[in-house]
């Protein structure tokens, strides 16, 4: 039994920003890697980042430079944070969590629009 729970999603203007977080809660052991990905209407699902147990970390190169994965082990939560956004940022974000299996959260929408 292990919940995701994604919030920080909006509408926000071109050049802006916004923070999306996704908390792990649960029949937890451990988390390995955690990762966001986003789909956008018509469009496949794709990477945006993922942090792996020991930190390291990988972005989409659409997204370097400006977007910031962390993580806060004590909290089981990973966080997004998105600078500089786009209008071909928007899409329904998703957080995913490995333990010994995959767990996707609900998605969050984020929409940038001028």
């Known amino acids: 039994q292990v919940q995701l729970v994604e919030s920080g999603g909006g509408l926000v203007q071109p050049g802006g920003s916004l923070r999306l977080s996704c908390a792990a809660s649960?029949?937890?052991?451990?988390?390995?890697?955690m990762g966001w990905y986003r789909q956008a209407p018509g469009k496949q699902r794709e990477l945006v980042a993922d942090?792996?147990?020991?930190?390291?970390?990988y972005y989409a190169d659409s997204v370097k430079g400006r977007f910031t994965i962390s993580r806060d082990n004590a909290k089981n939560t990973v966080y997004l944070q998105m600078n500089s956004l786009k209008p071909e940022d928007t899409a329904v974000y998703y957080c995913r969590v490995l333990t010994g299996e995959i767990h996707w959260g609900q998605g969050t929408q984020v929409t940038v629009s001028s």
């Open positions: 942090i792996t147990g020991r930190g390291n970390t």
């Open positions: 649960g029949s937890i052991f451990s988390i390995n890697n």
